[in-house]
């Protein structure tokens, strides 16, 4: 049955795709091996470095993230090779099992699976491998599962105290174009990305930026690859073709979609992810529930976990959501399964989107008789307006100053 107005999408990823971006996909499909093709390619591979922020190369892949995932680990890494990687939540256990069904050994540092990547716990386990086996630190930015970002640039200090010469990985899937991320400061040496989630593009491409350091390790690297070999992408690209066919189209919606940022500014962007994630904290405060993120330094600013009450379902909550509101929210996963539902609040929305589907929330906490206190909209507006107050006074001070 159709249904009135718009779907409210709020997962955190796939996300909201802007009209623009699916207009600008919408065209005839052109020659890959042409030449408008390669000044497409020529075009967007520098624009890419800069959301990385990155000076060396970034490869698209025609997959989803866990092909990039894969990519980072067999362009790098030989058999029985030591990685040293973090148990944080659904996605960094993927990763793990994705690396010893490859045949690496991969030593997983145990948490609760409500907070991120522990830069102290990183850093001992990195000091006591005095033999340096440890060939790479794998971290996930944003755990996706909990809403718990990792503090990078202390892992990086972790890394650089113990003097340790392990590669440094990083998720950045749901992180990328929503959240503050610094491939060349931070030095990490692959980073791994998706179109999906804060880079508002349809399922369907990938991204590793490589550093020096990684392209060095790829001459030794003995893991088997074909697909993801990133020499022949490499050597491909300079002249803006790929080695197999591209996902030609998504590369019109990703031009449009870095020019969507271009013209917001990725600091804005930034500055507003973590606007709309603190209103979403404040909503859920004001219901007394409780977030997955236990410590406040590590809360993500793309999406926000929430317990619902002890002997109560997340997943009836989020059906009742659906079917009253046509509001889709993020599931919990593994064993988050049923206890936690998601805001994803990341890509392209603004305040009164926000609002919607908090308000949906809270409706839906209503209807499905969950133990709440009202007012959690309220809260999230109280700040929003709030906050946008003080951004249109601060010019005037300053200009009075
Ligand atoms: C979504 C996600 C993935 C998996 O990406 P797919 O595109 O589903 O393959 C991996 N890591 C993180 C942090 C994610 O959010």
Request: charge should be negative; aromatic fraction near 6%.
């Amino acid at each position: 049955m159709s249904k009135p107005g718009r779907h409210f999408l709020h997962i955190p990823g796939p996300t909201n795709v802007p009209d623009r971006v699916l207009r600008a996909m919408d065209r005839a499909l052109i020659d890959h091996r042409g030449p408008e093709f390669a000044q497409l390619t020529l075009r967007l591979l520098p624009r890419l470095q800069k959301l990385f922020k990155c000076s060396g190369p970034v490869v698209i892949y025609p997959a989803s993230g866990t092909g990039a995932w894969e990519a980072a680990l067999v362009n790098t890494l030989s058999p029985g090779d030591k990685v040293l990687m973090a148990d944080i939540g659904h996605f960094a256990s993927l990763w793990k099992d994705m690396a010893d069904r490859l045949g690496l050994e991969a030593e997983f540092l145990p948490s609760d699976w409500r907070r991120a990547a522990d830069p102290e716990a990183i850093r001992d386990r990195l000091a006591a491998d005095t033999g340096h086996e440890i060939k790479a630190v794998c971290v996930v930015h944003n755990e996706t599962s909990t809403g718990c970002a990792a503090r990078l640039p202390e892992i990086r200090r972790a890394i650089d105290d113990v003097g340790h010469p392990a590669l440094f990985m990083v998720d950045t899937i749901s992180s990328l174009g929503s959240m503050d991320y610094r491939h060349d400061e931070w030095k990490v040496d692959v980073s791994v990305g998706g179109s999906q989630k804060g880079m508002m593009l349809p399922p369907g491409m990938s991204f590793n930026a490589i550093s020096q350091k990684a392209l060095d390790a790829s001459k030794t690297a003995r893991l088997p690859k074909c697909y993801w070999e990133w020499n022949d992408m490499l050597s491909a690209n300079q002249n803006g073709f790929f080695p197999y066919t591209p996902a030609t189209n998504l590369f019109y919606a990703l031009d449009e979609a870095l020019t969507i940022i271009e013209e917001q500014g990725l600091d804005n962007i930034i500055a507003r992810h973590e606007r709309h994630a603190e209103a979403t904290r404040r909503a859920v405060h004001a219901w007394g529930l409780e977030l997955v993120c236990a410590d406040p330094r590590e809360y993500s600013s793309s999406l926000t976990s929430i317990f619902v009450p002890e002997g109560y379902s997340a997943n009836a909550l989020r059906a009742q959501i659906l079917e009253n509101f046509d509001l889709s929210l993020g599931t919990g996963l593994a064993r988050l399964a049923d206890r936690v539902f998601r805001i994803g609040h990341l890509g392209d929305l603004n305040d009164l989107t926000l609002i919607g589907a908090i308000s949906g929330v809270e409706m839906g906490l209503k209807i499905a008789g969950i133990p709440h206190n009202a007012g959690g909209t309220q809260a999230a507006m109280d700040f929003l307006a709030g906050a946008e107050q003080a951004e249109e006074t601060a010019p005037q001070q300053a200009a009075m100053a």
